[in-house]
């Protein structure tokens, strides 16, 4: 049996448990993960891939619009499962085809089907529910089954992420080769495109490249501000490789940093540390949070801490579990995830140490060759 086929097979015995006979699939980055299609690179929902699921005969139908049916019969990597890719022509309606096939299965009154509520939204479940009639069956919400099983990885998938890690980290290194006082940070970020192209990935995000007061700004984009001697530049990267994400960032100086900057890169760095060393199995995610808070409050930074700690990494760069407050997140053996605490002080400075951990015994963090603090000679 094939690695998406356990997936299915997964799938299968948990829809069983709920009662749940028929699900549809509208996500792409589902579809690909329990087939191996479409290539989750940049997921458009006007370009709709919908998977449906027969769980009492573990058959799955794919539909694809018309132009990528050929790709979709020569991708789908599903392999002892039996399956079926349909094209759906531009004039057709997919709510229409979803519905078809489903009365071809025979619907009955009050039959479950499940759907991923979180992603269609209200307009899909109601066109769903007025083409199937109210009475013939109970939609009922999928979406936290299959982010649960997404948030736990195989070796496939870590040995992915590991190769995006090395591609990510490989692009911020070509960068501080570049650094020097004077140039755009713009330039450093079209350094890092290039370098991850080079590496045939492809970008998970837009490269971060923040420097100055502008570091600052958590999510700041690169601009045409010049970079100068002494003052942080973080480079928050993210690649992408044969759909699995990596996230990392680090924060540069030119030479030294002074007093009051080298002790708050010093103390995220101890958080940071903590916060990985707290990785493991049965706690909740907002506990590691807290004891990164921890660290910072004792150092006296506390207060410019102002997002969460972290969160998982997978097909997507932002995906369960969420490391922050209030999280009810249970930390899994085999959950990948960030550790990225910041201290943000407006008008100042911005500094973010940003790791992709395995949760293991111990957790293995994946983007290891990388130093935590950096100071160029430029």
Partial sequence: MGLYDERVKRLISELD????EVTIIANPLNTFY??????????????ATFLLLNVKKEKVIIFVPELELYEAEDEVRLKTIE?????????????????????????RPYMRIGVEG???????????????????AKLQDVSDLINDMRAIKDEHEVRLIR???????????????????GIKESELASIIVKSIVEEGATLAFEPIVASGSRAAYPHGAYSDKKVRRGEPIVMDVGARVKGYCADVTRTVVIGKPNGDLLKAMESVRNAQERGIEALRGERTAEEVDQEVRKVLEMEGYGMFFIHSTGHGVGIEVHEKPRIGVGSKDIIKRGMVVTIEPGIYIKGKYGIRIEDTVVVREKAEVLSIELEKIIMTKS
């Fill in 34 to 47: 329990f087939t191996g299609f479409p290539k989750p690179f940049f997921p458009d929902k006007d370009r």
């Fill in 83 to 107: 399956h079926e890719v349909r094209g759906v022509k531009v004039k057709e309606d997919f709510i229409k085809a979803l519905t078809n096939t489903l009365k071809e299965m025979g619907l």
């Fill in 163 to 181: 190769r995006a890690c090395d591609v990510a980290i490989k692009a911020i290194n070509n960068a501080i080769e570049h650094v020097e006082d």
């Fill in 17 to 20: 448990k709920k009662g749940i």
């Fill in 118 to 136: 979180a992603y269609v939204g209200f307009s899909f479940v109601e066109r769903l529910e007025n083409n199937l009639g109210w009475k013939l």
